[in-house]
């Protein structure tokens, strides 16, 4: 019988670890409806992070490092921008070069500013984004169930993780019933007869490569101000790639996307909570344990790519006819 505190912690947890996957899976959403492919969402995450760690240690605000971040990540979203938009260069190419830049950039800056091999010190005080207590949280917490849901599973997280869920029901409200969304999914998938309709498929597909940097640097924010305190080298940890799967596992869709991540966050959780799991008849060992998250990425990859069926136009630089 599975221990009902334990269950919780074990969500709790993975609420936690799933707001960066999250973030960075409305993202690849965002880019990849309006045609463009985007898999540097794990260079712009790490640069978002060294940004947000970096500045948030030097001004000791977590507020001024997320704007950082944020920086960060757009600048890589513009060189993308640029490439695969304006020059009709290679998606993925370009995406490639971004993770790259961003792996070695990083730990070449952390070394320059820092002498501490590509890491940052500490983040601590104001420089972290702190749990949030939320109203009534105290008052509920002996209430059974409701109460237990509401004060240990709800209330307790960063601004960030509410600002990621929030933004589910934000991105489905964008996509289907404002202008700009129905626009952005028609360039995904027939951009001509939005540019015949007077619409210009350059500057909407530039609008959702900046929406996906903003959301790459509050993923990457998370994970250097929240979710840790402080960068670390290569501290992304292949969260990119497993935001790509969740987003194809999704069929990108906001409210699918929720669930995917939320299943990855899980699986990461139950990897931390049992580092041996002991099933009676046979333990599973830690390495294994550990590599759940990335086993469930390749399953995905390989059972649901021939089924979830990407906008049309995706990947495919689009040339004005005259």
């Known amino acids: 019988m599975v221990d009902s505190g334990r269950a919780v912690q074990g969500i709790d947890s993975a609420l936690r670890l799933m707001t960066p996957l999250l973030l960075a899976c409305l993202a690849g959403l965002y880019s990849e409806r309006s045609g463009v492919f985007d898999i540097g969402l794990e260079g712009k995450m790490l640069m978002a992070a060294f940004s947000a760690a970096t500045v948030a240690y030097l001004t000791g605000s977590a507020w001024i490092g997320l704007l950082a971040g944020i920086a960060g990540s ?15 260069g290679n998606q993925l190419i370009s995406g490639v070069a971004i993770n790259f830049l961003a792996s070695g950039l990083t730990v070449l800056l952390g070394i320059k500013i820092f002498q501490l091999g590509g890491r940052t010190p500490s983040l601590e005080g104001a420089a972290r984004f702190q749990p949030i207590e939320l109203p009534l949280a105290e008052t509920l917490r002996g209430v059974p169930v409701i109460g237990d849901l509401y004060s240990n599973l709800l209330s ?151 089924r979830a069926i990407p906008p049309r136009a995706g990947g495919e630089p689009y040339v004005k006819e005259r």
Request: positive net charge.
């Open 156 to 306: 307790g997280h960063s601004i960030l993780v509410y600002i990621a869920l929030l933004l589910v029901p934000l991105t489905w409200w964008v996509l289907n019933r404002t202008r700009f969304g129905l626009r952005l999914r028609a360039v995904g998938e027939n951009p001509a007869s939005v540019d015949t309709a007077g619409v210009s498929v350059t500057r909407l597909r530039h609008a959702a490569i900046a929406i996906c940097g903003v959301l790459c640097g509050i993923a990457g924010a998370y994970l250097a101000t929240s979710l840790s305190a402080g960068f670390v080298k290569e501290m992304t940890a292949g969260r990119g790639f497993i935001a790509l799967a969740a987003l194809i596992f999704a069929k990108w869709r906001p409210w699918s996307a929720l669930f995917a991540t939320f299943l990855f966050g899980l699986l990461e959780a139950i990897a931390n909570q049992y580092p041996n799991l002991d099933l009676g008849f046979i333990t599973i060992p830690s390495m294994f344990m550990n590599a759940l998250p990335y086993i469930l990425t390749v399953i995905i990859l390989a059972g649901f790519v021939g």
């Open 74 to 88: 757009m600048a890589l979203s513009l060189i993308h921008g640029l490439a695969s938009i304006t020059f009709r």
